[in-house]
């Protein structure tokens, strides 16, 4: 896909999809948790996240930025024409629609790498206890993994803007999960994520396509909605933050000269129904209870 194959039409079709799910809620709460602390509870409940500083050691954080820069090495020629994306041994590369004048390689380019979660460091991340027991709270016994991307917020990237994950997501039960890792540090410099508290209570918002020129297909924005309680998510490298899928959030632009990595997971309840169509970008792991049978 070219950059000038990313019409107006397209950008509508693809938010048409997106708002099949709108006005639908998420009602379940968390009433009496093995794992989570009242703290955690209360945060999850009321706000529709948890953060938790210092969950993954640095240097494994450092193993995965690694291992997806071997992955985009094997995925894409230097010498081959731009496409907005591409698909090797089962992953699936985004890069970015708006150029970037200071790009020196191919990895300067990416936006997002798709389907790590079924190998290597990354497949061992989401058959972690701890991180499992805190989900087991959340969604219930029976976990899978459904969805991991890379995120690379290269300088200059421009961020998502505010979203709600569910919309995304054509799925018969709710919510899911997304465990934010921070690989490198994530500061409002170059293009932190930002949530508003409390808007998991909300309905799925419409979605209408994000109208900035250059910006990457599948982008798409609420805009019936006062965000002036907006909250910025600092992160340093390891910290960890799990968050509501009907959770409003966005990320800001990256006005640094450094990379803002992270690698996202997606987590649902064994059973969970896709509809007729599964997502390309999808990959369903059971990582504990009746699924692993």
């Not at 990313?6 to 079709?13: D, L, N, P, Q, W």
Request: with cysteine.
């Amino acid at each position: 896909m070219d950059r000038e194959d990313i019409t107006e039409t397209a950008k509508k079709e693809f938010s048409s999809k997106v708002n099949q799910q709108r006005g639908e809620i998420s009602s379940k709460i968390i009433k009496e948790p093995k794992f989570l602390s009242e703290k955690q509870k209360n945060s999850w409940n009321n706000n529709g996240f948890i953060l938790l500083k210092n969950f993954y050691p640095q240097n494994s954080c450092s193993e995965m930025n690694s291992a997806v820069k071997d992955i985009i090495n094997t995925m894409v020629c230097p010498e081959d024409p731009f496409s907005h994306a591409y698909e090797k041994d089962g992953y699936i590369g985004i890069r970015e629609m708006k150029p970037n004048p200071e790009a020196k390689t191919i990895h300067d380019e990416m936006s997002k790498i798709f389907r790590l979660h079924g190998k290597g460091i990354f497949n061992d991340f989401i058959k972690n206890k701890r991180l499992l027991d805190l989900l087991e709270d959340i969604l219930g016994e029976n976990i899978d993994c459904f969805l991991s991307q890379y995120i690379f917020k290269n300088p200059g990237a421009w961020g998502q803007p505010w979203h709600q994950d569910s919309s995304y997501f054509p799925f018969d039960r709710h919510p899911q999960v997304g465990a934010w890792v921070a690989t490198s540090p994530a500061t409002i410099e170059n293009g932190c994520l930002v949530i508003l508290p409390g808007s998991h209570k909300e309905h799925l918002h419409e979605h209408v396509p994000d109208d900035r020129e250059g910006s990457n297909y599948g982008y798409t924005e609420i805009k019936d909605q006062d965000f002036k309680n907006q909250t910025p998510v600092t992160l340093e490298t390891g910290d960890l933050l799990l968050f509501h899928s009907f959770l409003m959030h966005k990320s800001y632009d990256n006005e640094s000269k450094s990379k803002r990595t992270a690698v996202v997971f997606h987590f649902a309840e064994t059973g969970t129904e896709y509809g007729q169509l599964d997502s390309p970008t999808n990959e369903w792991i059971s990582v504990r209870g009746s699924g692993l049978n």
